[in-house]
């Protein structure tokens, strides 16, 4: 059943290239600033920008951002699944599939580009950098996906994503070297301690890890909560 109600969000990430555009141009950017992390430093000191940078900081969030919005049509998630609930879906099914559609392929998209980034960007340890990036990049994408997922509840035509990735930037962002402590609830926060930036409140990189996977799973049951009656 699952796989019946994920057929329309596939079908419009799929069929739209208009989708693709803003995922393709965030790739890219994060591709060009670890390009310019190589030839600017050294291959320690340029792997470290390039993936705190570019690719955590910048392209992971909105190329998430992008991938939710295609899921759903730019429009709330209520609004999103409403064409098959009126056809006898349940609409905590329906909102589950739309959802891991996002998550998956945020994942999947993230991780890949966080392998190309340790490619582009050089690396003297390039065999655990590059299964660092992929792991990374596959839960940071993941969660982030579950995030705007869960801020499409809010508002007309999901503004409520809008929101939440500016929130991300203002409390997850790190600052004159220090991580505020709402920063473990954001996924940029934790991203970042993950990619070797400051940690929220001196957490260790597992307890980041953990973070991470709590926040994407109370990120899904809130949005199943808040769409349950759509």
Excluded: E
């Excluded at 596939?10 to 992390?37: D, E, M, Y």
């Excluded at 006898?88 to 739309?98: D, E, F, N, R």
Aim: net charge positive.
């Amino acid at each position: 059943m699952m796989q019946a109600l994920a057929q329309l969000p596939l079908a419009r990430l799929t069929r739209s290239p208009w989708a693709w555009l803003p995922v393709v141009f965030w790739g890219l950017v994060a591709i060009v600033v670890a390009f310019a992390a190589r030839r600017m430093g050294s291959s320690g000191g340029g792997i470290d920008r390039a993936l705190l940078g570019g690719f955590g900081s910048v392209a992971m969030p909105l190329l998430s951002f992008a991938v939710v919005g295609a899921t759903l049509s730019s429009d709330s998630l209520k609004t999103a699944i409403r064409p098959v609930v009126a056809l006898g879906a349940s609409p905590a099914h329906a909102a589950l599939a739309t959802v891991l559609t996002g998550m998956l392929t945020s994942a999947a998209l993230s991780g890949m580009l966080g392998i190309v980034v340790v490619l582009a960007a050089g690396s003297a340890h390039v065999a655990s950098d590059l299964v660092s990036a992929l792991w990374i990049g596959a839960l940071g994408g993941a969660c982030y996906a579950a995030w705007f997922s869960f801020g499409a509840t809010f508002g007309q035509r999901g503004a409520g994503r809008a929101t939440l990735l500016v929130f991300d930037y203002l409390f997850g962002a790190t600052s004159g070297g220090t991580v505020s402590a709402i920063a473990l609830l954001t996924p940029r926060g934790n991203v970042h301690s993950l990619l070797g930036g400051v940690s929220p409140s001196d957490i260790s990189q597992r307890t980041s890890s953990v973070a991470l996977i709590l926040l994407t799973a109370a990120c899904v049951l809130f949005t199943l909560r808040r769409t349950r009656t759509a």
